[in-house]
């Protein structure tokens, strides 16, 4: 399968903020997509881990076109029921107690960053600074960027919000120190598994640890599960492999299936820190997007689709490493049930193309990881077939002189 060239100007009117690849997606069936040529494409990235349900979901769809004939959109002078509904099912789900709904995982942890912040002034800590981490990503708005461990992310937004201590992740001494040495100190942002940073999970053993130093300093431990929550490791949350609970807990992505939501769960710690008038949004826990919530979580349920991430995540783990067992080139196959990074030693942004030619659509991200996010209704078959395209790409690629 040959993708076609990319033709200039397709998109004349839209701002250049993304380097597109030269096709248009016109619909969708379970993990399968099609262009607007007829071209068939095996998902393996699901939107960037937002298609949890796949596409055109037989229970997701008619639920969304009922809501459409209800109500769209009202706001938040009102109550909402819908809001009440999935922020219970959240709170039931994770252990917390209360839910902020916003429009994406950047405002998700934006509103983090304010309870931090808030949490610190509350405490009479006039300068409040939250530690973050190396490889991190949080959103492109200013204070996500400041928090965002990328320079490539910071370059020509100067100057940047303070308030950040930075540290790398699984070293824990790293994190005494800054306990030993910053009075300042609020609260600890991360990742559960960093997805644009490569796919670099924090040990459990880790997060523990955070979780423990936390409760000592009277820090929020706050986790970003807006890529690796909503059932994509196996578990509702990732950080619950670990045994742990965060204060805030900001989502998005997965949770609405292409609807655009975010949510912040919190924790009694966290739950009543912002008060009438200290956060809004216009768009935010809207009943469209909040009947996307529910009725994503209900199906998942229903039709197993957690033991299922787990089950097809270890088939598909397994299958990458007996493909590239010893192989050259390949550093390390690492993630956690749908989620999952093949590292490589060097720049590979060519493979996203070649997946494309060949039917697959995958990501690369921080220069040498490749990226599979397959919506969580994947299948061992379909496990299979993306190993089966992918597999000579890459060695093919490996095989090839690098440049000089």
């Not at 100007?9 to 619909?27: C, F, K, Q, W």
């Not at 936390?214 to 909503?230: A, S």
């Not at 935010?284 to 957690?306: C, F, H, Q, S, Y």
């Not at 040498?368 to 089966?388: C, H, N, S, Y």
């Amino acid at each position: 399968m040959n993708a076609p060239a990319a033709p200039t100007d397709v998109m004349p009117h839209v701002m250049p903020t993304y380097g597109r690849l030269p096709i248009a997606l016109s619909h969708g069936q379970g993990a399968e997509v099609w262009d607007t040529a007829g071209r068939r494409y095996l998902d393996g990235l699901s939107g960037i881990a937002v298609n949890t349900l796949g596409h055109n979901h037989p229970k997701l769809v008619p639920a969304l076109q009922d809501q459409v004939g209800k109500m769209i959109h009202c706001c938040n002078y009102y109550q909402v029921p819908l809001q009440e509904e999935l922020a219970k099912m959240l709170v039931e789900r994770s252990g917390l107690t209360n839910v902020f709904f916003c429009n994406s995982g950047l405002e998700a942890n934006e509103a983090a960053l304010k309870i931090a912040r808030k949490y610190g002034h509350d405490k009479g800590i006039a300068r409040a600074e939250v530690v973050v981490y190396e490889k991190a990503f949080h959103g492109r708005s200013i204070a996500t960027l400041s928090a965002t461990g990328n320079p490539k992310v910071h370059a020509g937004f100067e100057p940047l919000v303070e308030g950040f201590v930075r540290v790398p992740l699984n070293d824990i001494a790293a994190l005494e120190e800054v306990a030993r040495t910053n009075p300042n100190v609020t609260a600890v942002f991360l990742e559960v598994i960093q997805g644009e940073g490569g796919i670099n999970p924090a040990r459990n053993e880790y997060l523990q640890a955070v979780r423990a130093l936390c409760d000592k300093q009277g820090w929020l431990l706050m986790l970003d599960e807006v890529q690796c929550g909503i059932g994509r490791t196996g578990k509702w949350f990732a950080h619950q492999w670990a045994g742990i609970q965060p204060d805030v807990m900001p989502l998005a992505k997965g949770l609405g299936s292409g609807v655009p939501i975010g949510a912040v769960v919190c924790g009694p710690k966290a739950a009543h820190i912002l008060k009438p008038g200290n956060h809004g949004t216009t768009f935010g826990g809207n009943p469209l997007a909040m009947r996307a919530g529910v009725e994503t979580l209900k199906i998942m349920e229903a039709d197993g689709l957690m033991a299922n991430a787990a089950h097809v995540g270890e088939h598909l783990m397994a299958a990458l490493r007996r493909e590239f067992a010893q192989l050259p080139g390949v550093v390390e196959i690492r993630g956690q049930g749908l989620m999952i990074g093949i590292e490589l030693d060097r720049p590979c942004g060519v493979i996203l193309n070649r997946a494309l030619e060949a039917g697959l659509l995958l990501s690369v991200t921080a220069d040498k990881v490749v990226r599979l996010l397959p919506p969580l209704i994947f299948t061992t078959a379909q496990a299979d077939e993306l190993v089966g395209i992918l597999a000579p790409i890459v060695r093919q690629f490996l095989s090839e002189a690098q440049p000089a």
